[in-house]
């Protein structure tokens, strides 16, 4: 399992961290059952404090992407659902795009419209 952070964004590490387990998850990279490293080995693999990582585990876990077990350690308890929203979110995207288009966008337009509005997301 590979994880970047950038440490000079502006997004704290925590959500870094719960978007490259996400990102992991949708490009099958870790499967439902796949072993997640312990929450201190994570740590000081990525030098992070402990509660940064535990803060990514456990609110994924709320979001029933993963799933810990005590002494088990933590798993991936459910890519399809992850896969299944990530779905869903292209064919939205795809259904705008075709909308775009018909408008007669061209791609660079279309390409630097959605480059400015996720630069205005947090």
Same mark, same amino acid.
């Given at each position: @399992? %590979? %994880?970047? !952070?950038d440490?000079?964004?502006?997004?704290?590490?925590? #959500?870094?961290?719960?978007? =490259? %387990?996400?990102r992991?998850?949708v490009q099958?990279? +870790?499967v439902?059952?796949a072993? !997640?490293?312990t %929450? *201190?080995?994570?740590?000081?693999?990525?030098d +992070? =404090?402990?509660?940064?990582? =535990? *803060?990514?585990y456990?609110? +994924?876990?709320a979001?029933?992407?993963l799933?810990?077990s005590?002494r088990?350690g933590t798993?991936?308890?459910?890519a #399809?659902?992850v896969?299944? #929203?990530?779905?869903a979110i /292209?064919d939205? +995207?795809d259904?705008?795009l075709?909308r775009?288009?018909?408008l007669g966008l061209d791609p /660079? /337009?279309i390409? #630097? @419209?959605v480059?400015?509005? !996720?630069?205005? !997301?947090?």
């Amino acid at each position: @399992m %590979i %994880i970047e !952070l950038d440490p000079g964004s502006k997004e704290p590490p925590f #959500a870094q961290l719960k978007g =490259a %387990i996400v990102r992991l998850v949708v490009q099958g990279d +870790l499967v439902t059952g796949a072993r !997640l490293p312990t %929450i *201190r080995q994570l740590a000081g693999d990525l030098d +992070l =404090a402990p509660n940064t990582v =535990a *803060r990514a585990y456990r609110e +994924l876990e709320a979001e029933g992407i993963l799933r810990s077990s005590g002494r088990r350690g933590t798993v991936v308890a459910a890519a #399809a659902p992850v896969q299944h #929203a990530v779905s869903a979110i /292209t064919d939205d +995207l795809d259904d705008v795009l075709r909308r775009a288009r018909r408008l007669g966008l061209d791609p /660079t /337009t279309i390409t #630097a @419209m959605v480059t400015r509005s !996720l630069s205005r !997301l947090p």
